[in-house]
């Protein structure tokens, strides 16, 4: 009987363990090279197949400017990239068409949403820097503090990572109450950022 108890114990202590960790995003290996925009989010009652992932397959960047060679850092560096809203893409195209909708981003009528970065200053740690992030989305514009990572120098750029926490509620996005998705959502982002060559002399 105890050794009975003891396996009941052990099962419970694995399926609780696995249950935990089914929240977590997979890493993105460092061997990635590609430009990404992935949203992380769960549902409102958590399944195991949460966080769902959706990523957006095109983005654009339509400025660079650094402020000295990237070699000596990027304060002061600027940059503005867009995203393709309808270019979204999970696991499920039932999912994906909701999320395209008016009950989420009403990709029919908000095409894009665009990010202008400034005030890039350096942080604590190797290539970390901190930055102001304007958010242009669905007709509206919100302000973020942001923290980003240099993990590539390029001859002509960088290729930076961020991280960032949000909830559905700060972008007006879905309902408040009563929705199958839940509030938190988490961003991660990659993107190659080269200066603009310099125009030929005449």
């Not at 993105?28 to 959706?54: C, G, L, M, N, R």
């Not at 926490?165 to 982002?189: C, F, H, N, P, S």
């Amino acid at each position: 009987m105890r050794a009975l108890t003891n396996t009941m114990v052990l099962a419970g202590a694995l399926l609780w363990s696995s249950t935990a960790s089914a929240g977590e995003p997979t890493a993105i290996p460092d061997t990635d090279k590609t430009d990404y925009f992935i949203v992380y989010a769960s549902h409102a009652e958590a399944k195991p197949t949460d966080p769902v992932t959706v990523r957006f397959e095109k983005i654009k960047v339509n400025k660079v400017a650094f402020k000295q060679p990237v070699a000596k850092g990027l304060k002061g560096a600027t940059a503005q990239f867009e995203i393709d809203l309808a270019s979204l893409k999970s696991d499920a195209e039932k999912r994906d068409a909701h999320l395209k909708s008016p009950d989420y981003l009403d990709t029919a009528k908000f095409a894009t949403a665009k990010v202008d970065v400034s005030g890039v200053k350096a942080a604590e740690g190797a290539d970390s820097y901190t930055a102001k992030a304007k958010l242009s989305f669905r007709g509206k514009t919100y302000d973020w503090k942001v923290n980003f990572k240099v993990v590539e120098k390029l001859a002509d750029g960088v290729r930076i990572r961020a991280e960032h926490k949000l909830t559905r509620k700060e972008i007006g996005v879905g309902k408040e109450a009563g929705d199958g998705t839940g509030q938190d959502l988490m961003v991660r982002l990659q993107l190659t950022l080269k200066s603009a060559p310099k125009a030929a002399s005449k």
